[in-house]
């Protein structure tokens, strides 16, 4: 095989269809352009979000999010921060939680999440705590039992 021998498929390329070459062609006297509009002059290019004179899609739907002036900065600069409760903890029976822990009990989806504990739920058993941020009363009530509370970093 060379390639000097190499065809496209049988039917899968066909002749291009040449238009203004008489009307027994199919495509002559206004070649395919309709009656004397704007598409049928020369050197036209509609554009892309023009409609015709109807109303643009983009005019059309409401505007929300970042659009015209519309642009929520809280929306986009929020920390995304998942809430893990003391009881949560207490029901691990362990002695040392972090991340790395939590993530392996299915408690938060990956270990880069933002991670805050609340205080809802009793804990008896003093546990070391590692994580981002702590509630004042989650703080105390850890405190309390004996355990620590460190903030990661």
Known sequence: MNLSELKPA???????????RGNATGQG????KGHNGYK?????????????????????LPKRGMGKGKFNHLSYSKKKVKIIHISDLSNLNLKEID?????????????DVLVKVL???????PINIKMDFFSAAAKKKIESAGGTAEILC
């Open 10 to 20: 049988k039917g899968s390329t066909s002749n291009r269809k040449r238009i203004g």
């Open 99 to 111: 991340k790395k822990v939590l993530k392996d009990n299915g408690l938060i989806p990956n270990i």
């Open 29 to 32: 006297r206004t070649a395919g």
């Open 40 to 60: 049928a002059r020369s050197g036209t290019k509609a554009k892309l979000h023009f409609e015709g004179g109807q109303t643009p899609l983009a005019r059309r």
């Open 119 to 125: 205080s809802d739920g009793d804990i008896k058993d």
